[in-house]
Nanobody, 120 residues
């Protein structure tokens, strides 16, 4: 089974930054697509950013220009650098392998997530 373990969340003031990390137990082949998702209270889980095997990145409109996804296959880790955070970014953040043609409801083996709270 694949395990994803997220870390790096916390409480930050608006305008602040955080860097999330995700370590996977799976051998991180360079061919895997990876992603970050988030779920705010009372809302559905949503895709925040993904990175393809070739390094191409895609971002949700709400985070474009502020968040950066990256990966280190040798460390089996991928990252989400979050800058200029706003209260609307408050959510539990999850990482996962990304399957672009698979509905989110069909994903499994989620990690525990890491809480990000943006508040003054």
């Amino acid at each position: 089974q694949v395990r994803f373990v997220e870390s790096g969340g916390g409480l930050v003031q608006p305008g602040g930054s955080l860097r999330l990390s995700c370590v996977t137990s799976k051998s991180m082949s360079r061919h895997y697509w990876l992603a970050w998702f988030r779920q705010a209270p009372g809302k559905a889980r949503e895709l925040v950013a993904n990175i393809e095997d070739g390094g191409t990145t895609t971002y949700a409109d709400a985070v474009k220009g502020r968040f950066t996804i990256s990966r280190d296959n040798a460390l089996k880790t991928h990252y989400l650098q979050m800058n200029n955070l706003t209260p609307q970014d408050t959510a539990v953040y999850y990482c996962h392998e990304f399957f672009p043609l698979t509905p989110l409801s069909d994903y499994n083996q989620w990690g525990p997530g890491t809480q990000v709270t943006v508040s003054s």
